[in-house]
């Protein structure tokens, strides 16, 4: 065990694309934790969807061992964040568990939304934020202008702070020595009850849950039993230790300031959630760390197999990825036009797309995704009341007596010129004003009450932009209240297509029936005859647009050097085919499922 | 001795005076290296010695000079290929010997000699009838020349002229496409080929096609019923998407692609269909040279064997190509796989009428072939999804 005086815990927050992944890798380096020739690109970030996205989903750790200028040794542990909204809990878990934040800032971009919105999370967390000027040698870089900007809109010291290129290796020893010298080391008592904070965990098949946790209080050891707070499962501890980029390494026991990973023969992920505190079952701490919270899907969306046949593939896929992934929900739905698949719940809109992709690489199956909702609920005129998942379920307007929807207080931080078009923005959304208040000069904290429903779509992409990427968005949920909602279904060639239905805010119907019925449109491709696709409510016929039948496809010659040509071009048709289903006569691509939610104009 | 069966032989002519804007087939443009030339015949006057054995129970009904531009190339070469020909392989006396050519390179000597051989088809490259169209698309020819052309084959004893045209050109309407139908049809050809420009990624045509003002689908898809139209009119029956023939001159070659029967191609490019296989030589005269003469290099492109189910699916592909259309009794009789499933494909279709049934054949219609790749893709499917009438049983 490392004395913890000499032991810094801390993370990397950055923007997108400004270093972070490169910064590690540097001082993965610098730090002889891994050598240069056995640097895998961006060691952190290692799932391959990562990598693409550039951002990371999933807090991963490592132990660096680092000599200072001052010729003593100490213990640096890095510990990754994931970088949006979906994940917002996530990353206040992982940055709790350290207690200081390199912030890492390109010379030339400045300050950008997400580096205030995950600055803010660490300030918020108690850390000491040190700035890093990056890619100062970039033609360029303005390194003196922005650390001004460091030091105006977030309001710390800038002036001293390192100008690297973490790219190029300059100046990388400087940011080690400023965690030496800034970063608080941690503080605990290794004789008190255990407390340690799991940040991440990750399903092994051969040693089951691996958790990764921040000791605060207590020592932790191979053979003790602990107990998860929250989830209140016990387990003997097989074997605990450090976290290496190249494995785990095992050490007899892991004290208070400490980083590092446990396994225990853990068979279920969700017995250890992000934010529980491990503690002994012998002597239990009398209370869990601050800041748990269980975290519960807030969208639902169905998930075929566009090859029908391919159900229970879909099926061990699924079961596979909730190993890993304790936040993702699922249960089998039928409908009338897809035939069996699931209905799925995701944090958010992202954390859903990520999951689609890895379905579709990792176990190589094309899927067909159903517009995602909220949970509503009903009381219905038996006097019953009911959660609705799916619009499959949506009872008959008949036996509804009062609908309600899901409301969440959102919390939007944005410098004080963008208030305006937020206030439009949430005004657009059904949002009701609660409060607002400047936080500093340089920002605005805005609180809304505002559906759920609205929230999941495309509003982080609307704040966005309607405040050039400054504005952050942090919501939770706060209940139930009573709304007017009508199913819209889509008929397609005179058929109702049941999993294109879905449920929306009544007022808003006629607007979206309109947009949806052109958006499929634009994405059915046209067929051998006029399609009509019609937007109903109840049996109502309220919004109409006709796919126009398809003129010409043709192969105008076809002779002998022709035919495996032609041969060739009817597989791909064929192909092409397999990411569409069929109703009736009419085919529809896979996209179109989703089309329907796209909004923006 | 048994019967002999039917053949097909096509021999690709890989040599043009200059390559056409949209041309994607295999042929060099520009001048006629003797050297060449030379070795090229004598290319395939190896490989007819070689392969003439193997079709030894064959008898050669019908044969195609294709291009490239034959004419071009010169009657004696053409000459000294079909005679070389006739020694390997049994040519039936009443064949049919196809030869296509430009307006540019027929003359009356030409047409004596290769009718006197007994070449008995032309199949003449006209286009269109605008020259400024023609200039367009590059081919080195008018109008006039076309005319005079179709004269000469007529006055050199030429009884079965076919004639290409094609629709969908650059700033064409369907006002114009129907006046150049009928300017053609008064050079009374027995055939016409009527192809819908397909803009072909590598030709010079695609790097400009943005430019190059072409008609919508909805206007090609107008020119292609009206010239169904016009020339059922003038008492030409079509007979396959593109093909038009007055009774009894329907190009006996070409339906053999089709109909599923064999034929055997000789050139760089060609593509045989023979003995249960279906192969193509590389497009590369050189290759093909050095192949065929050294036999040190493989000339093969593609060779498969098609499997029986893989028939059933060409059948479909290509007879509905045709007004002969696909049968449920030879169907079933040839693939031993149930029609049915075919058949709740083709009804609905047929109540939109793009299907029409004659006696117990189902034919596409013309607005049927326009969309035929849809239609066929459909049908495919429900064929994939089929059993075999054995296992059924």
């Given amino acids: ?601 | 001795m048994n019967e002999l069966k039917p053949l097909g032989i096509y021999i690709h002519i890989p040599f043009c005076r200059s390559k056409c804007q949209y041309c994607d087939f295999y042929s060099i443009g520009g001048s006629r290296d003797p050297r060449l030339v030379d070795n090229y015949i004598q290319a395939l006057m190896v490989h007819f010695k070689e392969t003439g054995p193997r079709a030894a129970d064959y008898l050669v009904d019908t044969v195609y000079f294709g291009g490239g531009t034959p004419s071009f190339f010169g009657a004696d070469n053409l000459r000294r290929i079909f005679a070389e020909l006739q020694h390997r392989f049994r040519v039936d006396r009443d064949a049919e010997i196809t030869f296509e050519a430009n307006p540019d390179s027929v003359s009356s000597g030409l047409l004596k000699k290769l009718r006197a051989e007994g070449f008995n088809r032309m199949s003449l490259g006209v286009q269109s009838d605008r020259d400024e169209m023609l200039k367009k698309l590059g081919r080195p020819h008018s109008y006039e020349q076309a005319r005079t052309a179709v004269q000469l084959a007529r006055a050199c004893g030429f009884e079965n002229i076919s004639v290409d045209l094609m629709y969908g050109l650059p700033d064409q309407t369907a006002a114009q496409w129907e006046e150049t139908l009928r300017h053609v049809l008064h050079l009374r050809p027995e055939h016409m080929s009527c192809y819908g420009l397909k803009v072909e990624e590598g030709t010079p045509l695609w790097t400009w096609k943005d430019e190059a003002n072409l008609p919508s689908d909805q206007v090609q898809a107008e020119m292609y019923l009206r010239t169904v139209d016009i020339l059922e009119a003038a008492g030409y029956r079509q007979y396959e998407i593109s093909n038009f023939a007055k009774p009894g001159f329907e190009s006996r070659h070409n339906l053999k692609y089709w109909m599923g029967d064999e034929y055997i191609g000789f050139g760089p490019a060609a593509a045989s269909d023979f003995a249960g296989k279906r192969y193509t030589y590389n497009a590369d005269i050189q290759n093909y040279i050095r192949g065929v003469l050294k036999q040190d290099l493989p000339i093969l492109s593609e060779c498969e064997t098609i499997p029986a189910r893989e028939r059933a699916g060409e059948y479909v592909m290509l007879r509905l190509r045709t007004t002969r259309g696909i049968s449920p009794e030879e169907y079933e009789k040839n693939y031993l796989m149930p029609f049915e499933p075919l058949l709740d494909a083709i009804v609905p279709l047929a109540q939109k009428g793009l299907f029409v049934q004659d006696g117990d054949r189902w034919v596409l219609t013309p607005t049927g072939f326009l969309v035929s790749n849809q239609i066929i893709g459909r049908l495919q499917e429900a064929q994939e999804k089929s059993e075999p009438l054995a296992k059924k049983r």
């Fill in chain 1, 1 to 601: 065990m490392t004395e913890l005086s000499k032991i810094r815990n801390f993370s990397i927050v950055a923007h997108i694309d400004h270093g972070k992944s490169t910064l590690a890798d540097r001082l993965l380096e610098e730090t002889n934790t891994v050598d240069k020739r056995e640097m895998e690109e961006q060691i952190l970030d290692n799932m391959e969807l990562e990598r693409e996205r550039g951002i990371t989903i999933k807090a991963r750790a490592v132990k660096l061992n680092y000599r200072a200028d001052d010729g003593e040794d100490y213990v640096l542990n890095l510990i990754d964040t994931p970088g949006h909204v979906d994940f917002n809990y996530e990353v206040s878990r992982s940055l709790t568990a350290c207690e200081g934040a390199v912030l890492v800032v390109d010379a030339s971009q400045g300050i950008e939304a997400q580096t205030l919105a995950n600055t803010y999370l660490a300030i918020d967390a108690g850390l000491e934020v040190l700035p890093v000027v990056n890619k100062i040698d970039l033609p360029a870089a303005r390194p003196e202008e922005v650390k001004k900007e460091i030091e105006d809109i977030i309001g710390l010291p800038a002036m001293d702070a390192p100008e690297i290129s973490a790219k190029n290796g300059i100046n990388i020893h400087s940011v080690l020595e400023m965690i030496v010298r800034d970063v608080p080391a941690p503080k605990g008592d290794r004789e008190a009850p255990l407390q340690a904070l799991i940040f991440d965990s990750q399903y092994d098949s051969y040693r089951g849950v691996i958790v990764y946790m921040r000791v605060m209080n207590g020592t932790v050891r191979p053979g003790m039993d602990v107990k998860m707070m929250a989830s209140g499962a016990v387990y003997k501890v097989v074997e605990c230790g450090y976290l290496h980029p190249k494995g785990m390494v095992p050490a007899d026991a892991l004290g208070a300031g400490e980083v590092g990973y446990l396994t225990a023969s853990i068979k279920t992920i969700a017995d250890t959630r992000v934010g529980d505190t491990v503690t002994g079952a012998e002597n239990p701490a009398s209370e869990p760390l601050p800041g748990y919270k269980s975290c519960q899907p807030m969208v639902y969306a169905g998930v075929y197999p566009a090859d029908g046949s391919k159900y229970g593939d879909l099926r061990d896929a699924l079961e596979k990825l909730k190993l890993n992934d304790a936040s993702m929900y699922y249960t089998q739905e039928n409908s009338i036009a897809l035939g069996f698949g699931f209905r799925c719940g995701f944090l958010g809109l992202l954390h859903m797309e990520i999951i689609m992709e890895r379905l579709e690489r990792e176990f190589n199956l094309d899927l067909i995704t159903t517009a995602p909702n909220v949970v509503y609920e009903i009381d219905k005129t038996d006097g019953s009341h009911i959660e609705v998942y799916t619009p499959l379920n949506y009872p008959d307007p008949m036996e509804i007596a009062q609908a309600y929807e899901p409301y969440v207080k959102a919390s939007i931080i944005a410098p004080p010129d963008y208030v305006g078009n937020i206030m439009d923005l949430c005004q657009f959304r059904r949002g009701e004003f609660k409060d607002m208040s400047y936080l500093d000069q340089s920002r605005v904290e805005l609180h809304y009450e505002i559906p759920l429903n609205e929230i999941i779509y495309d509003f982080f992409d609307a704040l966005k932009s309607r405040t050039r990427g400054y504005g952050s968005l942090d919501y939770e949920l706060i209940g139930y209240r009573p709304s007017k909602l009508v199913k819209l279904d889509i008929l397609l060639n005179g058929e109702m297509v049941d999993a294109l239905s879905f449920i929306l805010f009544a007022d808003e119907a006629y607007a979206r029936a309109r947009r949806i019925c052109e958006k499929l449109k634009e994405n059915i491709p046209r067929q051998m005859f006029e399609i009509p696709v019609q937007a109903a409510i109840g049996g109502k016929i309220i919004a109409r647009e006709t796919i126009k039948a398809l003129r010409k496809d043709v192969l105008a010659k076809c002779y002998g050097g022709d035919i495996t040509r032609k041969k060739k071009l009817l597989e791909k048709q064929k192909e092409g085919k397999k990411r569409m289903r069929t109703f009736g006569t009419v085919s529809v691509p896979s996209e179109a499922f989703m089309a329907v939610l796209k909004m923006d104009e």
